[in-house]
């Protein structure tokens, strides 16, 4: 299923797709534009699937991240691949609401560092 929606100032839009295969996880992906140009995107994985072989299939295909930290009750993991920063929310304990995602940001994009 695919969503549309364009903001206010006429320059942004989203794209969403639902049900889509990231690694082999069901994940919804989001891809945002400015001025027709993709400066962002983001996978977001269903419930139910486990975070901790996502991390594990993405360290397979692009290495081991950069450095983490934790903000809030996540563990924030970052990469550096290529053209774009992506870095990826875990939860910190399976108590934890918020569903694990991946983001990437393009480098070229004048806001990359306020988006982190």
């Known amino acids: ?9 006429g320059r942004t839009r989203t794209l969403v797709y639902s049900g889509v ?4 996880f ?10 027709d140009k993709l400066i962002a995107g983001s996978y977001t994985l ?16 692009y290495g081991e991240y950069a450095f ?14 290529g053209g774009s920063e992506s870095y990826m929310d875990l ?4 108590k934890d ?3 694990p995602d991946l983001h990437f940001i393009s480098k070229q994009y004048a806001g990359f560092f306020n988006n982190l």
């Open 91 to 94: 939860p910190g304990s399976s």
């Open 68 to 81: 983490k930290f934790k903000l809030d009750s996540m563990q924030r993991y970052f990469w550096d691949v």
């Open 26 to 35: 069901e994940s919804d992906l989001e891809y945002l534009f400015e001025q």
């Open 1 to 9: 299923m695919k969503e549309e929606t364009t903001y206010p100032d």
């Open 21 to 24: 295969n990231c690694l082999g």
């Open 46 to 61: 269903r419930r139910g699937q486990d975070p901790r072989e996502f991390r594990r299939k993405f360290e397979e295909a």
């Open 97 to 99: 609401k918020h569903p």
